[in-house]
T-cell receptor, first 115, second 115 residues
Framework: AQSVTQLGSHVSVSEGALVLLRCNYS??????LFWYVQYPNQGLQLLLK????ATLVKGINGFEAEFKKSETSFHLTKPSAHMSDAAEYFC?????????????WGLGTSLAVNP | DSGVTQTPKHLITATGQRVTLRCSPR?????VYWYQQSLDQGLQFLIQ???????AKGNILERFSAQQFPDLHSELNLSSLELGDSALYFC??????????????FGSGTQLSVL
C-alpha cells in the first residue's frame, strides 16, 4: 500500500539556519509528490510538486525539494530559515493507477523558527 | 486568498446534533474535496466530487454525507455528532478530475467543536 512518512512531527531551527524536513514515500507506480504548507489559521497551500520533469524542484518562498528514487525520499529544504517560515508542512504522494489515483498525506511536520 | 470559501468558520454544537458545512470552490474549478484535520489523525481525505458526481471516497463515516450542487458549491453534512468529530474540516478545489499532479486550492476551514 502506498504511504507517506514524515520524520519528525516537530522541527525547531534558528533564524538563518538550514531547514530540512524529511519525507519518505512508498508507491508501486511512479509517484507525483507534493509539499504543502499551512500557516496558522489558514488552509494549506502548495509549496512545490514533483511530476518527473526534474529531480530538483524549486518552490515558493525559497524552498526546494529533491526527488531521490533510490532512497524513496522527497525532503524539503531551505538554506536560511525566516521567522515567517514557522508553519505546518505536509508531504503528499499521488498514488494508485488510473481512476484510483488519490493523494496520500503525511501527518505533517510543525516547523518552529527561533530568533 | 485561495478563492475557496468555507462557511461557517466556527461551529459549536452538542453531541447528537446535525450540522452542514458549506464550500464554494474557486471560480472554474469542477472538483471539490473534503478533508478532516485532527491532531491525532492528521489530514484525512473524506470525499471528492467532480462536476456534481461523486468521484472518490476516503475515510468518510456513514453518519457523514456530502453533495455538490449544479452551481458547483458543495455541502458536507455531519449527523449524530460525537465528541470525536471535533476537528477542522477543509474544503479544497481543483480544475480537473484527478488529484494526481494537480494543484489543490484549500479554503480556510471550518472548526467544529462538539460539546
Amino acid at each position: 500500500a502506498q504511504s507517506v512518512t514524515q520524520l519528525g512531527s516537530h522541527v525547531s531551527v534558528s533564524e538563518g539556519a538550514l531547514v530540512l524536513l524529511r519525507c519518505n514515500y512508498s508507491s508501486s507506480v511512479p509517484p507525483y509528490l507534493f509539499w504543502y504548507v499551512q500557516y496558522p489559521n489558514q488552509g494549506l497551500q502548495l509549496l512545490l510538486k514533483y511530476t518527473s520533469a526534474a529531480t530538483l524542484v524549486k518552490g515558493i518562498n525559497g524552498f526546494e525539494a529533491e526527488f531521490k528514487k533510490s532512497e524513496t525520499s522527497f525532503h524539503l529544504t531551505k538554506p536560511s530559515a525566516h521567522m515567517s517560515d514557522a508553519a505546518e508542512y505536509f508531504c503528499a504522494v499521488s498514488a494508485g493507477a488510473g481512476n484510483n489515483r488519490k493523494l496520500i498525506w503525511g501527518l505533517g511536520t510543525s516547523l518552529a523558527v527561533n530568533p | 486568498d485561495s478563492g475557496v470559501t468555507q462557511t461557517p468558520k466556527h461551529l459549536i454544537t452538542a453531541t447528537g446534533q446535525r450540522v452542514t458545512l458549506r464550500c464554494s470552490p474557486r471560480s472554474g474549478d469542477l472538483s471539490v474535496y473534503w478533508y478532516q484535520q485532527s491532531l491525532d489523525q492528521g489530514l484525512q481525505f473524506l470525499i471528492q466530487y467532480y462536476n456534481g458526481e461523486e468521484r472518490a471516497k476516503g475515510n468518510i463515516l456513514e453518519r457523514f454525507s456530502a453533495q455538490q450542487f449544479p452551481d458547483l458549491h458543495s455541502e458536507l453534512n455531519l449527523s449524530s455528532l460525537e465528541l470525536g468529530d471535533s476537528a477542522l474540516y477543509f474544503c479544497a478545489s481543483s480544475n480537473g478530475y484527478l488529484s494526481t499532479n494537480e494543484k489543490l486550492f484549500f479554503g480556510s476551514g471550518t472548526q467544529l467543536s462538539v460539546l
